[in-house]
């Protein structure tokens, strides 16, 4: 097997990034909802280059594939200043084994317009498949 076929230098160089600085993967701010980011400042004032996205309670009510509509504005927002192909959902159901031929991602991706990620491990595990989404 040739080497690059199983070793992955961008996700190592990531993951060892991570393990010297875990704090860029720690939420440095709380907010009640996702309406009150200002995406613009929040670019500017950090080095945050991927957004991503938990689905229930962030972006949908529970078991409902549309957004809220009390986020329908600042989601907009958050795709125009950091583009579309870097904004992700990671769900603990859809997009895992549990969803049968990824139905639940493909109708979430349909309704909301965003990759969910595929991934074996379930939160808070599963993170070498965000950093293979985002560096792929």
């Not at 009510?61 to 809220?68: E, G, I, K, N, S």
């Not at 859809?94 to 991934?119: L, N």
């Amino acid at each position: 097997m040739a080497l690059g076929q199983w070793y992955n230098a961008a996700a190592v160089s990531m993951v060892t990034k991570v393990f010297w600085n875990p704090s860029l993967i720690v939420p440095s701010t709380t907010v009640r909802t996702i309406a009150d980011i200002d995406w613009r400042e929040l670019q500017l004032n950090s080095k945050t280059q991927y957004i991503l996205f938990d689905k229930d309670n962030t972006l949908t009510a529970p078991y409902v594939d549309t957004l809220h509509p009390k986020v329908v504005a600042s989601f907009k927002e958050c795709l125009k200043v950091y583009q579309k192909n870097n904004v992700a959902i990671f769900s603990n159901s859809a997009g895992t084994k549990d969803d049968v031929d990824f139905k639940w991602k493909k109708q979430i991706e349909e309704e909301i317009g965003i990759q969910v990620i595929i991934h074996d491990e379930k939160k808070p595990k599963g993170f070498q498949s965000v950093v293979d989404h985002f560096t792929h």
